[in-house]
Structure formats: C-alpha cells, structure tokens
T-cell receptor
Framework: EAGVTQFPSHSVIEKGQTVTLRCDPI?????LYWYRRVMGKEIKFLLH????????ESGMPNNRFLAERTGGTYSTLKVQPAELEDSGVYFC?????????????FGPGTRLTVT | SQQGEEDPQALSIQEGENATMNCSYK?????LQWYRQNSGRGLVHLIL?????REKHSGRLRVTLDTSKKSSSLLITASRAADTASYFC?????????FGEGTQLTVNP
C-alpha cells in the first residue's frame, strides 16, 4: 500500500509569488490533514478535510492560504502571495477513521523557503 | 496553553546508551502518540498509548503514561546512530493532533 505522498519535496520562491503544494493521501482514507512546522517550532494543525468537505480549518493562519480537495481524493494547499514567515515544512496526513485519535499517516513533507 | 511539551529540548548520547524523553500535556486525552522526524523526512508514527494504559512496549521503545500527572515518557533502549531524529509527542483533540516542540536526539557513534 502506497503511503501519503507530497509534491514538491522542496520549493524555493520569492516573497509575493504563489506556490501550490499537493498531497495524495492513502487510498481509501477519507480524512486528510495539513500541518506545518515553522522555524523549527512545534508542528501546528492547519485544517482537516473529510472527503471533499472542510471539517475544521481553524488552524489556517490567514486568507493567503487556500486548501482544496476536489473530488475527495488529493488535496492542494496554495499560498498566495507568499510571505517570509510562511517558510517551513508543510506536512500532510491522512487517516481512515475520524474518531479523535485514529493513527494519522504522514507524508514526507514539503519544505517551503520564501526568500 | 500548549499541549505536548517535551523535555529535554535536546539530548546527546553515545551509541548503546538509553535515551529518555518526557512530555507533559494539559487537558484530558483519549490517547497520546509519539512520532519521529528524521532530518529532511516526514513524520513517522512510533507508538500510541491509550488513556487506560500505563505502559507500552514496541521493540526498543517503551512508553509510559501517567494521566494523574498528565505526562508521558519515551524510552529508547540500546540507542543507535540511526535513532538520531526529532521526537514529538502528540495528543488528539477532536480530530486534530497537537504537537509539542519536540526533543532533538543525537546519538553519537
């Protein structure tokens, strides 16, 4: 069974540009999550999809971030326009169940550098 | 307030020694999970301990949970250089996981 995959693995962009990150969850996992780790700090929750619906987007930092999951399969996270403080590692995770603690399987992350 | 605070923030040991990392949390939990992140790689789930469990083993890993003190520990026995990584505890709230800042473990060969 393939794990969670993320693309790209690294992205370097200039302040003001747009970047789109992609996550492919494990097949059959209805729950998809985005997290990020900024400047070596703690990993913070961004949002949670159940199929194509946003279940919880309370962790999204501001309206420069837009997440979609059309069709309930893969998800994209777009940052537009990117700012310096957006640099960090963006992780995607998926889980089969949504029961407040089912194991979440994480992807390798996308390292975003905004210069 | 922050859930899942680990200590120490950094730990450096020699290969073969044991490594102990601690985690404290603030609210009630159903379970507590430990993850590892190797440099440049994703998060790997290590072990999940439920609130009604006090201790759990998985290979060279031993996790304890003390719900009265709202704390957990992760013990790695007979450490190897490949264990060098950041270790995080995480607690679920609703469907999200809340992570601490992690412990950076360095195992010197």
């Amino acid at each position: 069974e393939a794990g969670v995959t993320q693309f790209p693995s690294h992205s370097v962009i200039e302040k003001g540009q747009t970047v789109t990150l992609r996550c492919d969850p494990i097949s059959g996992h209805d729950n998809l999550y985005w997290y990020r780790r900024v400047m070596g700090k703690e990993i913070k929750f961004l949002l949670h999809f159940v199929k194509e619906s946003k279940q919880d987007e309370s962790g999204m930092p501001n309206n420069r971030f837009l997440a979609e999951r059309t069709g309930g399969t893969y998800s994209t996270l777009k940052v537009q326009p990117a700012e310096l403080e957006d640099s960090g590692v963006y992780f995607c995770a998926s889980s089969r169940l949504n029961m407040g603690g089912d194991e979440q399987y994480f992807g390798p992350g996308t390292r975003l550098t905004v210069t | 307030s922050q859930q899942g605070e680990e200590d120490p923030q950094a730990l450096s040991i020699q290969e073969g020694e044991n490594a102990t990392m601690n985690c404290s949390y603030k609210t009630s939990i159903n379970n507590l999970q430990w993850y590892r992140q190797n440099s440049g790689r994703g998060l790997v789930h290590l072990i999940l301990i439920r609130s009604n469990e006090r201790e759990k083993h998985s290979g060279r890993l031993r996790v304890t949970l003390d719900t009265s003190k709202k704390s957990s520990s992760l013990l790695i026995t007979a450490s190897r250089a490949a264990d060098t990584a950041s270790y995080f505890c995480a607690t679920p709230k609703h469907s999200r996981l809340t992570f601490g800042e992690g412990t950076q473990l360095t195992v010197n060969p």
